[in-house]
């Protein structure tokens, strides 16, 4: 289930102006590395500059219960690694595939 989307944005303050306009509640994180909102149960994440990561576009996170499982199931299936697991704190591990026409997905398991 896609519960998240990360969206690359240039400019920090100005982005979360227009995303807490848009989603009418504060942000749930707010740091100078990200920003998250949470409405629904879908999470909503600004990262600057694309982090670490280089996103260029949004990038929807499927979460899943066993990430290094998934990442080896879908890499069978024909998706090639981009971003290999890693903890991004809180218990949170993330990767990041492409699909066979080069399409960013992600996959995020909270431990």
Same mark, same amino acid.
């Given at each position: 289930? +896609?519960?998240?989307?990360? $969206?690359?944005?240039? *400019?920090?303050?100005?982005?979360?102006?227009?995303?807490?306009? /848009? &989603?009418?509640?504060?942000?749930?994180?707010?740091?100078?590395?990200?920003?998250?909102?949470?409405? *629904?149960?879908?999470?909503?994440? &600004?990262?600057?500059?694309? =982090?670490?990561? =280089?996103?260029?576009?949004?990038?929807?996170?499927? $979460?899943?219960?066993? +990430?290094?499982?998934?990442?080896?199931?879908?890499?069978?299936?024909?998706?090639?690694?981009?971003?290999?697991?890693? *903890?991004?704190?809180?218990?949170? /591990?993330?990767?990041? +595939?492409? *699909?066979?026409?080069?399409?960013? &997905?992600? &996959?995020?398991?909270?431990?």
């Amino acid at each position: 289930m +896609i519960k998240t989307v990360l $969206h690359p944005v240039s *400019d920090l303050p100005k982005a979360k102006e227009v995303y807490t306009a /848009l &989603l009418g509640v504060a942000p749930q994180t707010d740091s100078s590395y990200y920003v998250g909102y949470e409405v *629904d149960g879908q999470q909503i994440g &600004l990262v600057p500059a694309g =982090g670490p990561q =280089g996103m260029t576009s949004p990038v929807a996170y499927w $979460h899943v219960p066993d +990430i290094e499982a998934k990442l080896a199931e879908v890499t069978a299936a024909g998706a090639t690694v981009k971003e290999p697991v890693r *903890d991004v704190g809180g218990g949170r /591990l993330v990767a990041t +595939i492409t *699909d066979p026409d080069g399409n960013v &997905l992600g &996959l995020l398991q909270d431990r």
